[in-house]
């Protein structure tokens, strides 16, 4: 319980002032070239400000964490509503991601290996949410309900 107190204690000035300053960064920023390889799928994912997803081609683009792992792109759940972008994905896998400015069309899958995966994309997450001043989301990030949703995000 210390421990996280503390982590909040500094993560919590890092996280406002990027949440401050992230619209200015974005309104900066201008779309990329679409991405023609899965490696330069992760490259983007990981230059990218801002991540969202949407389920098929019609619905609203939700904010969301992507990591990426030896160029492969997964996401996990946070909220476990129903319906939900994950539900939707595994009834149609077919849909897209933004990043920043740039759209990207993707398939979404549970990974073939996901037992094997699995402790990878906690590692990338406790990284991702430590640089973002954002450590004290890691408990939800790589609780067993969240390691069960984790979906691959594959270019089309």
């Given at each position: 319980m210390t421990s996280n107190?503390?982590?909040?204690?500094?993560?919590?000035?890092?996280?406002?002032?990027?949440?401050?300053?992230?619209?200015?960064?974005?309104?900066?920023?201008?779309?990329t070239t679409l991405p023609d390889t899965q490696q330069e799928l992760a490259e983007l994912v990981n230059h990218s400000?801002?991540?969202q997803i949407r389920a098929g081609f019609t619905h609203r683009f939700i904010d969301i964490?992507?990591?990426t792992v030896d160029?492969?792109?997964?996401?996990?759940?946070?909220?476990?509503?129903?319906?939900?972008?994950?539900?939707?994905f595994l009834v149609d896998p077919a849909g897209q991601i933004k990043l920043d400015k740039t759209i990207v069309t993707i398939i979404a899958q549970q990974p073939e290996d996901m037992e094997s995966i699995v402790p990878a994309v906690n590692q990338a997450y406790a990284d991702k949410l430590k640089k973002l001043g954002a450590r004290f989301m890691l408990a939800g990030a790589v609780e067993p309900r969240a390691e069960e949703s984790t979906m691959e995000l594959i270019l089309d």
């Open positions: 107190l503390s982590n909040i204690a500094i993560d919590l000035p890092k996280l406002l002032i990027r949440q401050a300053i992230q619209p200015l960064r974005l309104a900066l920023r201008k779309s400000l801002k991540h964490l992507f990591v160029n492969r792109v997964f996401c996990r759940r946070y909220t476990y509503g129903e319906p939900s972008w994950h539900s939707a």
